[in-house]
């Protein structure tokens, strides 16, 4: 359809552990993107007092100034193309630091791995060093569980355990949720 368009949508997440450096990349990285979108509200705000006060014009002086405010648009052009030029210059410095940081492999990856079976190791160790206790305590349950005590006369208590669960809603309404980076 002539005319429409489609507009990117960008996802990110940022895993790890916590102190491992997550906030400072994203803070860069999305930076740009909060300086554009807090010059583009400061250009809208201006732009919206221009018209509602165009919209309190009578309708013949309202042409005149939509007019005026298009001659304006062209004769600032080619300044506003100026200043892209030299912040997007200002951002090129940044591109080959920013490569070479992205094009790293992470030094501690063997270190990684080296933990990562080591943790497996004990995790298997401890599983193996737990099972035969669990089974005697499954033996000890099962028998507490079959003894019934005959001389307990009331019938108000039920023999089926009842949950002790109490529902705590997952936000708190005095905080609100905020974005990690941002």
Avoid at 143 to 156: H, I, M, R
Wanted: glycine residues 4%; contains cysteine.
């Amino acid at each position: 359809m002539p005319g429409w368009k489609e507009y990117a949508i960008l996802f990110t997440a940022l895993v790890g552990s916590p102190g491992t450096n997550k906030s400072h990349p994203l803070s860069f990285a999305v930076q740009p993107l909060i300086d554009f979108d807090t010059e583009q509200a400061a250009i809208f705000g201006e732009a919206m007092k221009r018209y509602e006060a165009a919209m309190e014009l009578p309708p013949k002086d309202r042409a005149h100034a939509a007019c005026m405010n298009f001659v304006n648009a062209l004769e600032k052009l080619p300044e506003t193309i100026r200043q892209h030029r030299e912040r997007a210059e200002k951002k090129r410095v940044d591109v080959p630091t920013l490569e070479a940081i992205v094009s790293r492999t992470w030094g501690k990856e063997n270190e990684l791995k080296a933990l990562k079976s080591q943790l497996a190791a004990l995790d298997r160790k401890i599983t193996s060093e737990l099972v035969p206790k669990k089974e005697e305590q499954d033996g000890v349950e099962n028998k507490q569980v079959n003894t019934v005590d005959t001389q307990a006369t009331d019938t108000k208590k039920s023999m089926v355990a009842e949950p002790q669960f109490r529902y705590r809603p997952m936000t708190n309404p005095q905080r609100p949720i905020r974005l990690i980076g941002l």
